[in-house]
């Protein structure tokens, strides 16, 4: 391809936070799990944007004219957004390890700005490469006042010619005003959007539960304990360390290999959770899986408080890959399930103080 003027929308993802973390944790730790975030993000601006590159703690990328409007536009970057919100809290949900990788990685937050201009497009030998002062631009409103002013650290900056451009209307959609000045470029005016503050009223609107009538199988269990200490059995991460792994690793103690606890750090995390899709403590929490041959699916376990203990159900269907495929790893998934709620269900008599527990009628 050799090189053309286009003419279109510039959008830069940008993780904050990401030096400050970087510096304060185990370096191959830190980067796997910014990789990880990254691929969330990456993922779910690829349904509208053309990626350009990663940047470190960045992707860049763009739409021409025609290929996107306001509402799509909105709509991917709030889909990121909430994307991103829940992987962080996964990690945090489902990691036992006390490294800071692991325990600070919700210091991590996600930042966009989005340009409307003209670029170069031309072939490279790292494949397709962007060029033009707007493209030059774009990359330099990455630091800006908006934290400092704002108390903003989770936005959308979209600059006035991205606004005139796609017909954003600021007034109507809550977007506040906001000005950058540069020796060169001189006064840009933009428009930003909070999205913790949409990710606090989603987190409040939006429910994802999987009904008994959708449900491909059911999986329970009677804990013999409160709802209170069965929400802790499922949610503290080195609580599921002790039913929800089913390979004990061997440690070092001393310098002597023996048997010990498993733990779950960084890389090891997939094998239990994928994404938080909705979390509502003491009632459920809904979550996405990755399963073998390319199938997803989605677990919905509530807790039902009744006199012998409580009830944990875990709803799961089919959310992506084949019918022949997830047969197969639907059929897996249920023996691990019940494999684990087995476990579960005796933790109670070692894990759990005598006065916290209940009587169950049967086991």
């Not at 004219?65 to 509402?71: C, F, M, P, V, W």
């Not at 999987?210 to 802790?232: D, P, R, S």
């Not at 023996?258 to 938080?276: F, H, K, N, P």
């Not at 509502?280 to 009744?306: K, N, Q, W």
Request: hydrophobic share 45%.
């Amino acid at each position: 391809m050799g090189a053309s003027q286009e003419r279109g929308c510039l959008l830069l993802a940008d993780i904050s936070g990401y030096t400050d973390y970087v510096t304060a944790s185990p370096l191959e730790y830190a980067e796997d799990v910014v990789a990880d975030v990254t691929r969330t993000v990456v993922s779910r601006l690829e349904a509208v944007i053309r990626i350009n590159k990663l940047e470190g703690d960045a992707a860049f990328g763009y739409a021409l004219d025609g290929e996107l409007d306001a509402t799509m536009l909105l709509d991917v970057i709030e889909d990121c957004y909430f994307a991103f919100r829940g992987r962080l809290h996964g990690i945090e949900h489902a990691v036992s390890c006390d490294c800071a990788a692991c325990t600070r990685v919700t210091d991590l937050d996600l930042k966009f700005v989005v340009h409307h201009g003209d670029f170069i497009r031309r072939a490279g030998g790292r494949g397709e490469e962007l060029t033009g002062l707007d493209v030059i631009l774009v990359h330099r409103l990455l630091k800006n006042g908006v934290t400092a002013r704002l108390g903003l650290r989770a936005y959308a900056l979209f600059t006035e010619a991205c606004v005139d451009a796609l017909g954003l209307q600021p007034a109507s959609l809550g977007l506040v005003r906001h000005s950058e000045a540069y020796a060169d470029a001189g006064e840009v005016v933009a428009y930003v959007a909070d999205l913790e503050a949409r990710w606090r009223l989603e987190q409040k609107r939006r429910r994802v539960r999987v009904e008994a009538h959708e449900a491909a199988f059911t999986v329970e269990v009677t804990v013999a304990a409160g709802t209170e200490v069965a929400w802790e059995l499922l949610t503290s991460p080195r609580k599921r360390l002790l039913w929800q792994v089913d390979a004990i690793e061997q440690t070092d103690v001393g310098g002597r290999r023996v048997a010990g606890t498993a733990s779950v750090c960084v890389d090891g995390r997939a094998r239990i959770y994928e994404e938080i899709l909705d979390w509502r403590p003491f009632d459920y929490v809904t979550e996405r899986v990755s399963l073998p041959g390319g199938v997803r699916a989605v677990l919905t376990t509530a807790l039902e408080s009744g006199e012998d203990g409580t009830r944990v159900v875990t709803r799961v269907r089919r959310d992506a890959g084949a019918r022949l495929a997830w047969l197969t790893a639907s059929r897996r998934l249920r023996r691990k399930l019940q494999s684990r709620y087995g476990r579960l269900a005796g933790l109670v008599a070692t894990q759990i103080p005598e006065e916290r527990r209940l009587p169950l009628a049967a086991v």
